[in-house]
Nanobody, 130 residues
């Protein structure tokens, strides 16, 4: 059974750092070919795409996180990461990892589409205090 499990969330002061992890199981065959992503959802807001990573290493970052967040993957461990630096209170949200057993689109129309991804984690809370 396909499963994505996030970890690494928590509470941090503004300017701090966190690293989120997303371990995959049940869908690990061909994991290195998947389109992987991180989304987040703040209270009262839509879930938004934060970053995506394709099989060839190409990445997408939302403007709000560029130069602060880094998405990466360890194919040997079937694990996706999100390194978050210089955190701001507006980064407070539940963070979700997602996977699609195909490559990412050449270009997202405006932002990563939730509908594109087949598998989702349960989410991990990130809280940034000022």
């Amino acid at each position: 059974q396909a499963q994505l499990v996030e970890s690494g969330g928590g509470s941090v002061q503004a300017g701090g750092s966190l690293r989120l992890s997303c371990a995959a199981s049940g869908i690990t065959y061909g994991y290195n070919y998947y389109c992987l992503g991180w989304f987040r959802q703040a209270p009262g807001k839509e879930r938004e795409g934060v970053a995506t990573l394709d099989r060839d290493g190409s990445t997408y970052y939302a403007d709000s996180v560029k130069a602060r967040f880094t998405i990466s993957r360890d194919n040997a461990k079937n694990t996706l990461y999100l390194q978050m630096n210089s955190l701001k209170p507006e980064d407070t949200a539940v963070y979700y990892c997602a996977a699609r057993t195909l490559r990412c689109p050449m270009r997202w129309v405006s932002a990563p589409s939730r509908a594109y991804f087949e598998y989702w984690g349960q989410g991990t809370q990130v809280t940034v205090s000022s």
